[in-house]
């Protein structure tokens, strides 16, 4: 006689043997067919894999070994592992009390097991291959002890009285057969309904159902041995039963039984060579899949780097690693967590919720952990651990990522100083242009002192002789002193007002009027010119809290500007519309005229820049205009598109006066 793995020698008492017993040996037929026959893929496999032999249903739904193995995989276990690490019953002799008893036993089991099935199928049971597994198994002891000495189970089944059989067992194995089945369902690792049934079973347990895991399903497990034990293979029936049920329901079961269960339970030709052979091939064709699988796995890691850019970002790595991961058949979802980049787009928290990953491996860069690659599994993580080892897939991986997440360490280091290079720069710009303010404002100083003077004796003279002078001529050339006079005075002013700006000074007026009398002051002027101008105004009539005086400036210094731009023999057009949102009032003013180049935006509000010919003009319009709308706190903006003229934006702060409120409550 053959024994399994971790058996002991018939020598050792009963109770050792089963201690020794490592797994239910599995029906020679079922192994044949797992090895060898055609049959379904493993779960997960991929459709380039070879495929491992298809196994028909029959088959092991009729091999208690076979389903213990499911049971301990939770429905999941590899039929070539199965094949592979499980021996086969041994033949026992062709005729007498052992080999009725063992082929008695099959068939009871398999009549509770069909029992579930069909019970499953009324009852709507959500899992029905789990409950064909603990009917199946619910004689989990009487199974173990056939497997180590069929003789002995023989002979227990051979007495008719059910105490005397409880008698033999606590004499001989040292519990119950069913304190024996639940010990061997728990160390093999099988389901808990699994467990629950091999020792809570019979009519009698009743009043421990409540000791169960799920007594639901386990009350359905026990009416479908119930529906077993009418049939002419009780394990235990009471003295005087009729071997036949009379009832339909269980005279349809035992003919699915028969037919079913027509051939020997353990096949006549079987040997131990054969088991060898079969079992060697079961090993070898599971090493191929695996092989097919390690190849494929290396071969999503060739084409994930091969369609890779030099310059991916981290967040792209991460969708192709997930994708790449979520390939392999064992993985059911992964995900790439990346910490201390210094990215925040591609950084995770400190602590990201783990939500039981079953496996997670570090990504490293120059010795510091950058983040993890989580992933989901189906399959133990210890088995692809050892599958994927020798192929250094997952070392690939670290390597690749430690290279994306150097050069994106590189990339926010290059930002960083190329950003810390530009504040020094605004800083020294503004230090600069605080310096040359304050060198024109010294400068303005002095020359206005020295200057205004002079200048208040030539006006004042030049007056006097104008008066004085009845010749047209020279009353002419008195009146070219007296402007270019005023004009250096104005001149010295905006020297001043540049870089000493004056405070504003906000009182009660209507921004719509103020607007309207500066370009009246244009209008001849443009006329001339033939520009025409033009003016919108939302809310004429609507009051506001601002200096008047500055804004007639702005308007007047962005309208003077506009009109050097389009002048010309062709003239052109200047729209200025207002308009007060959102507590601010908001002025634009166009023109059509040839637009700002790329040279003179660069120095567009620069003291002394003019765009136009020498002696056109000082370039102080611009600068004063900003230096008011900074002084009352707002903000101007520019577009100006080759070729289509240029558009100036100022928003100033606008409140509506201070007595406002009060006049609109009275």
Known sequence: MRFQMGRKPPGDPLPARLDGLARLPVRAQTARLAATGDGPAIAGAAEDEPSPPPLARALPDLDPGWLAAESA?????????????????????????????????????????????????????????????????????????????????????????????????????????????????????????????????????????????????????????????????????????ESMPTEPRPRILVAEVQSRCGSPFVAPDSSPSEERAVREVARLRRRVIDLARNNASQGRLIEALADSSPDESPENWSLRAGRSWCAEPEVNAARVAWRGLGDPEADEPAEPPRRGASWSFPLESAGEPVGEVQLWLDADVDALRERLGPTRVVDAWKAWAAHVAGRRRLELRLAATIDGARAASRSERRRLQAAKLDALAEFAAGAGHELNNPLAVIVGRAQLLAAQSADPEAAKSLGIILNQARRTHRILRDLMFVARPSDPRPRACRPAEALRSTLADFRDECEARGVHLAGEFEEPDAPAWLDPDALRHVVAELVRNAMQAVGGPDGGSIRVRSAVRDGELLIRVADSGKGVGQAEAAHLFDPFYCGRQAGRGLGLGLSRVARIVERAGGSMTWDSPPGQGSTFEVRIPCAPPPDEPRARSA
């Open 73 to 241: 995989g939770r429905g999941r276990a590899d039929s070539l592992a199965i094949a592979a690490d499980s021996p086969w019953w041994p033949a026992p002799p062709a005729d007498g009390p052992e080999a009725e008893a063992l082929q008695a036993l099959w068939r009871h089991s398999v009549a509770a097991a069909l029992a579930c099935r069909s019970l499953a199928r009324e009852r709507g049971d959500p899992d029905p291959a789990s409950l064909i597994r603990a009917g199946m198994l619910h004689g989990l002891g009487r199974w173990a002890v056939a497997a180590v000495d069929l003789a002995w189970f023989a002979r227990w089944r051979a007495e008719p009285d059910l105490d005397a059989r409880r008698c033999l067992e606590r004499a001989e194995l040292g519990s119950e057969l069913r304190d024996l089945g639940r010990r061997l369902a728990e160390r093999w690792g099988l389901e808990p309904l699994a467990v629950d049934a091999a020792w809570l079973h019979g009519e009698d347990d009743a009043q421990l159902t409540g000791a169960a895991r799920d007594p639901a399903r386990l009350a359905l497990v026990r009416e479908a041995v119930a529906l077993a034990e009418s049939t002419p293979w009780a394990m235990d029936a009471p003295r005087g039963r």
